[in-house]
Structure formats: C-alpha cells, structure tokens
C-alpha cells in the first residue's frame, strides 16, 4: 500500500492528500520563489498528477513565465488566506508540485537539489551530497 501524506492551507480551507513517493524534491533560490513564498527560498515536492487529491476549496490560480526560460509556472492558492497549495510547471507535464510548507508532517522530505544558487542569500548553506546548480537544472 502506498504512502499517503495529508496537507493544507493555513486557513484549513484547502486540503490534499497525496500518495506514494514524490517525482522529485528541490529547493529553488530564484526571486520568483523568494517573492511567491515570501521568505529566503522555495521548497517544492513534486507527484505524479494522478496522485494529488485536493478537497476543499476552490483554488486560485495565478500563472507566471520565466523571464529566462519562457515557461510557464501555474500557482493555485487558496482565495481566502493566500497560502500557496500547488503548482504545475510547463517543464513537468503530469506532475502536481506541492508547497513542502504545506505538509501536515514536512519532515519525511528529503531534498535531492538545489537550484539557482547564485541567487541564494549568503548564510545559506548545503548538506553534503545534495545536487546544486547555479541555474535552473538540466532534467
């Protein structure tokens, strides 16, 4: 039997569960993220589409596109505290990116990467054998 971890949003309006492991989990030092969570990172963990469940609601969405890649990012957050959910990425077609934030229980996460580091706020530092990149990863 798979995993099934639950979540929401701050005002308990929003509620998910999710199953099974995630695709992947990152950490992403760009201004977007910064600006978007309001603090000095992002913490994403993406699942397959067909594994999120969301209840409650509805969401909001609110669509942004790289000034650098030219993809498109889509937040759905909830209308009434804010708090961001989800996000679907162009660069992930099937993939559902949970805020790890958002976990009832964000300690089972474990962090394979780190992106765009050079935007990364100096005393900002890595567990050893975490993949970083100065950019955007590559996969």
């Not at 978007?36 to 999120?52: K, P, W």
């Not at 804010?82 to 790890?100: D, N, W």
């Amino acid at each position: 039997m798979a995993e099934i971890r639950e979540g929401g949003c701050l005002c308990g309006t929003v509620r998910y569960r999710v199953k099974g492991k995630p695709v992947r989990a990152s950490v992403c030092h760009c201004t977007f993220c910064k600006r978007r969570t309001g603090s000095a990172l992002g913490m994403l963990v993406l699942f397959d589409e067909a594994n999120v469940e969301i209840t409650g609601g509805p969401l909001t969405t609110y669509e942004h596109r790289s000034d650098e890649s030219q993809r498109w990012i889509r937040m759905q957050f909830c209308p009434r505290c804010g708090t961001t959910v989800t996000l679907k990425l162009e660069r992930f077609p099937g993939a559902c990116g949970i805020s790890a934030g958002t976990l009832d229980d964000p300690s089972w996460v474990k962090i394979e990467r780190v992106i765009w580091t050079r935007s990364a706020l100096p005393w900002v530092t890595y567990p050893p054998g975490i993949e970083q990149f100065e950019k955007a990863a590559s996969g």
